[in-house]
């Protein structure tokens, strides 16, 4: 149980520098990609310390594989001693993708048990996509009581289709297609940047894939994994988004650096049209400065290179104060406007009809106690909080600490007024706030 949450005094514009951390979504597919190796120890770099992040290694030492972090962010892992097919229900429904390590694992001991994900917060999310494409190399697949049971002698490569760009299944395949025999081309994945993160670190364990990065992938398998890694993983793009939003919302200016500037092309060009300023110094490093007034702008999630679902949330906070009427169609997930209604809360004018948002935006909202519903809904709700007038209070807290590390600290660094208590200090501290 969470009985933290953050008390937000409103008004005060983002101003600073802030370096980015690795991306939440990458490390957790790199971990999982772990499983492949049997030879020698990973070294991950720039990995976020994050809740996720802790299930995920709790979900490889559930396997057999040791894991630990040697200083802030960099973990190590080593899945030398891996014996075990089996990741534990408890683990998979805490978090979606511990489901990652189906495709590894089978790869690596021609079997695995994994339980469904079932749905979460926001949608029903199945795992058909990730199963035809492990059937296809030839992989059994049954369902029996709440757990995908994969067997398999030996994957072969084949030629897959997938009917939707997933991320997760993309994922899946491409890590199980490594040590299949022979190739297997992949067509329709997901081209988001993480993927090519992921490529990249497979390519260092000896894999041999071309293609990340394009709507077809082909990996000609190999015997084993068997190089010693060392890698970084990419700077957090929806962490960069999330600061972008806040600094434009507070008509602060913002100085990103270690930013994946080259993934973020979608949400400079949808906020330039909102009439923020954004500067592209270098590769890694961008400034954004917010000012008035923001425009209505429409926006329409799609896979990358489209404008990531992630930030959706955060750009409707954006456009709650904007000038005008925008619209936000949620084309990707089935339920991510649960945040409506707590920036109505706010005074926010939201509107959903079906898949999408009609938001006019008001000359200003006023803080209210408000709880995350997801994730990003949390960060929404955070942005919101810091031009809201008066007071603003954000729970259910878990959410927010499974996707940005050390948020509230980085935004009190940049001039924020936000601070986190319990339940039991709240009064206290809420005081020493004003
Ligand atoms: C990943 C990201 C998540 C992001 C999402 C879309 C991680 C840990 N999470 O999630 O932050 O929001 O990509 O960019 O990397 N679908 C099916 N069948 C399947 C798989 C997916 O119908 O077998 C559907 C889902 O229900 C959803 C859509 O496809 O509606 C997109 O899902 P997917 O791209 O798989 O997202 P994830 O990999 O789960």
Redesign the pocket.
């Known amino acids: 149980m969470n009985f933290e949450r953050l008390i937000i005094q409103g008004g005060y514009a983002l101003e600073g520098q802030v370096k980015l951390n690795g991306a939440?979504?990458s490390a957790?597919?790199l971990m999982a990609a772990s499983v492949l190796g049997k030879q020698d120890i990973i070294v991950l770099e720039n990995v976020p310390r994050l809740a996720d992040i802790e299930v995920m290694a709790d979900v490889l030492r559930s396997l057999g594989a040791k894991v630990h972090f040697t200083d802030k962010n960099t973990l190590e892992i080593d899945p030398r001693n891996i014996d075990k097919y089996s990741a534990p229900y408890e683990l998979v429904t805490k978090m979606?993708?511990s489901f990652?390590v189906l495709g590894p694992l089978l790869a690596r001991m021609g079997r695995a048990e994994v339980a469904l994900p079932g749905g979460c917060a926001?949608?029903?999310?199945?795992?058909?996509?990730?199963?035809?494409g492990l059937e296809a190399m030839g992989a059994q697949i049954e369902i029996e009581h709440g757990n995908v049971i994969a067997k398999v002698d030996k994957l072969v490569g084949a030629e897959i289709y997938l009917?939707?760009?997933?991320?997760?299944?993309t994922?899946n395949i491409m890590m199980a297609a490594c040590l299949a025999e022979g190739t297997t081309r992949i067509y329709n994945v997901?081209r988001?940047p993480?993927i090519e993160d992921l490529a990249n670190f497979l390519i260092k364990m000896g894999a041999k894939i071309t293609g990340a990065g394009s709507d077809i992938i082909t990996i000609e398998g190999v015997e084993s994994l068997r190089q010693p890694v060392h890698y970084s993983v990419m700077s957090d793009r929806?962490e960069a988004g999330t600061f972008m939003i806040g600094a434009a919302m507070t008509r602060g200016t913002l100085r990103l650096e270690h930013a994946p500037v080259a993934s973020l092309d979608s949400l400079i060009a949808k906020m330039r049209e909102a009439n923020v300023l954004i500067d592209i110094i270098d590769d890694h490093t961008l400034e954004v400065r917010g000012r008035h007034p923001i425009l209505a702008t429409h926006v329409r999630t799609l896979?990358?290179p489209g404008f990531?679902?992630?930030m959706q949330a955060q750009f409707a906070a954006m456009m709650a104060i904007a000038d005008g009427t925008s619209s936000i169609t949620e084309t990707?997930?089935?339920n991510r406007f649960m945040y409506a209604d707590e920036m109505q809360r706010m005074g926010a004018n939201i509107r959903v009809e079906g898949k999408t948002a009609i938001i006019s935006g008001v000359p200003r909202l006023s803080g209210a106690p408000v709880q995350g519903t997801d994730l990003r809904a949390a960060a929404a709700l955070v942005l919101t909080g810091l031009v809201a007038e008066g007071e603003t209070s954000v729970s259910n807290l878990f959410y927010l600490d499974r996707g940005y590390e050390c948020f509230e600290q980085r935004l009190a660094s940049l001039g924020a007024r936000i601070c986190r208590v319990s339940v039991k200090t709240e009064k206290q501290e809420a005081v020493s706030l004003a």
Request: a negative charge; hydrophobic letters at 40%.
């Open positions: 939440k979504n957790l597919v979606r993708a990652f926001i949608g029903s999310r199945p795992v058909d996509i990730h199963l035809k009917n939707f760009p997933s991320v997760g299944a994922e997901a988001e993480e929806i896979p990358h990531p679902t992630d990707v997930f089935e």
